[in-house]
């Protein structure tokens, strides 16, 4: 199965700065999907990336707070933007494994002050 | 509703002993997989059976479908300290479609 590198691991950020998470994938891959998972929540889909093409964001989630860019088969990046404490969440990517099911990155914990 | 839900939410039970997890869903499935996700971590994929299959062994793992019933059962047998985690099933509508989850179910081994 895929194995996925996801940067950063945790950061703390102020209020009304932006932070951009990285996942790095050992293999090519279509499709890259991005969650949060807010505390002591499950995990929420915000959006499907493609390469070569604008993502698919889920029904509360826009462009202009969690911008997502997919350059290559291999690398996607999920900007959270304007962050306030509600953001404090851990980010997760995602990619299809085949008969291995998903794989996931390690997750960013993310905290706002 | 794409996701699966997961019941109970939380259970609890002495080490040694089997768990046992239950998964509904709405639709018809491809696949349904289970992951597990420990305090704060990723989340790790369990097991996959697909919508022809009725059971699925992995390990201490035993995964059953039922498809008439829309439902699937994830038991863990002779549990240990390290089972202690959320369980989520997911089921799949096509060989490689987004994944909805669900609340997922507590599990937690008393020593």
């Known amino acids: 199965s895929a194995v996925i590198s996801q940067k950063p691991s945790r950061d703390i950020c102020q209020r009304g700065t932006s932070l951009t998470i990285q996942c790095q994938v050992d293999s090519q891959v279509t499709m890259m999907f991005w969650y949060r998972q807010q505390p002591g929540q499950s995990l929420t889909l915000i959006a499907t990336?493609?390469?070569?093409?604008?993502?698919?964001?889920e029904s509360g989630f826009v462009i202009d707070k969690f911008p997502i860019s997919r350059p290559n088969l291999t690398f996607s990046t999920l900007t959270v933007s304007n962050m306030s404490p509600e953001d404090s969440s851990i980010y997760l990517c995602s990619v299809v494994g085949g008969d291995l099911g998903y794989t996931f990155g390690s997750g960013t914990r993310l905290t706002v002050v | 509703s794409q996701q699966g839900e997961e019941d109970p939410q939380a259970l609890s039970i002495q080490e040694g002993e089997n768990a046992t997890m239950n998964c509904s869903y709405k639709?018809?499935?491809?696949?349904l997989q289970w992951y597990r996700q420990n305090s704060g971590r990723g989340l790790v994929h369990l097991i996959l059976i697909r919508s022809n299959e009725r059971e699925k062994h992995s390990g201490r793992l035993r995964v059953t479908l039922d498809t008439s019933k829309k439902s699937s059962s994830l038991l863990i047998t002779a549990s240990r300290a390290a089972d202690t985690a959320s369980y989520f099933c997911a089921p799949g509508y096509s060989s490689a479609s987004k994944i909805i989850f669900g609340s997922g179910t507590r599990l937690s081994i008393r020593p």
């Open positions: 639709t018809s499935i491809n696949n």
């Open positions: 990336a493609n390469q070569g093409s604008e993502a698919t964001y």
